[in-house]
C-alpha cells in the first residue's frame, strides 16, 4: 500500500481566540503551522492544507490549500472529506489528518496509526492518550482516513451528521495510544492562556 498523503486541518473558525487563524500564531518565534508541516511532512508522501477563506494568506507555507466542500462550517469531518477529496485527485488510497492548532503531536503519528489499523483490519484509525475513567480519549482531528468511503462521508454530512464519533463508530474505527507524558502531546491552542502555556512546554519538551 501507498504511503498516505497528509491533510492539515485549519477550517475551524478560532472562536476562543478571537477569530482569524491559530495556525499563524508564533510560537516560540516560529508559526504554530509551520511547527505542524515540519512534523507531518516527513511521514507523509505529500501535504495539502484544508482551510477555508482566501487562500493567498497561507502562502508562505507553499501547500495547496484545499478548502471545505460542505457549506457552513461543518467541522473537522468537512475537512477530512476535502483531504480525501485531494487525495482522490492524487491516486492515494489514504490520508493521514492533524490539526492546525496542535504543535507537539508524536513524530511517529503515521506509523503508529498505520500499524493500529493493521493490527485491528479496520480501515480507520485515530490517536488516542490514556483516560483515568475511559480507557482512552480519543484526538479524532488525527487519525487514518480510506480515500474509499470518501462518498459515504460526504452523503452522511450532507445528511447532516457532525460527530466524529458516530460517523467513525460505524466504520469500526480503532485507536492508536500515545503516551501522554511529560505532556499530552495533542495539546491544542484555544485561547490566549493556551498559546502562554505552550511556550512553557516548547522548553519542556526540549
Known amino acids: 500500500m501507498k504511503q498516505p498523503l497528509g491533510v492539515i486541518l ?3 473558525q478560532a472562536r476562543r481566540m478571537g477569530g482569524g487563524d491559530k495556525g499563524l500564531l508564533t510560537l516560540g518565534g516560529i508559526p504554530i503551522l509551520q511547527r505542524v508541516i515540519d512534523r507531518l ?11 477555508n477563506g482566501e487562500a493567498a494568506r497561507f502562502e508562505q507555507f507553499g501547500l495547496p490549500v484545499i478548502p471545505d466542500s460542505i457549506a457552513g462550517f461543518a467541522g473537522p469531518l468537512a475537512g477530512v ?3 480525501l477529496d485531494w487525495a482522490a485527485q492524487q491516486g492515494a488510497e489514504q490520508i493521514v489528518t492533524a490539526a492546525a492548532d ?43 482516513w480510506p480515500v474509499a468511503l470518501r462518498d459515504d462521508l ?4 450532507e445528511n447532516g451528521l457532525r460527530k466524529v464519533v458516530i460517523w467513525t463508530e460505524t ?28 511556550e512553557s512546554m516548547i522548553v519542556r519538551e526540549a
Open 10 to 12: 485549519a477550517g475551524g
Open 41 to 51: 511532512q516527513p511521514q507523509v508522501a505529500d501535504l495539502a492544507l484544508n482551510a
Open 81 to 83: 472529506l476535502a483531504g
Open 102 to 144: 496542535t504543535p507537539f503531536f508524536p513524530c511517529d503519528l503515521v506509523p503508529q496509526l498505520l500499524l493500529a489499523a493493521e493490527r485491528a483490519e479496520t480501515t480507520i484509525a485515530l490517536a488516542a492518550t490514556p483516560h483515568a475513567t475511559r480507557g482512552c480519549m480519543r484526538h479524532p482531528t488525527f487519525g487514518l
Open 154 to 157: 460526504r452523503k452522511a454530512l
Open 171 to 198: 466504520h469500526q474505527a480503532t485507536e492508536a495510544i500515545f503516551p501522554d507524558t511529560p505532556f499530552d502531546p495533542f495539546f491544542n491552542v484555544n485561547t490566549p492562556e493556551d498559546l502562554a502555556l505552550a
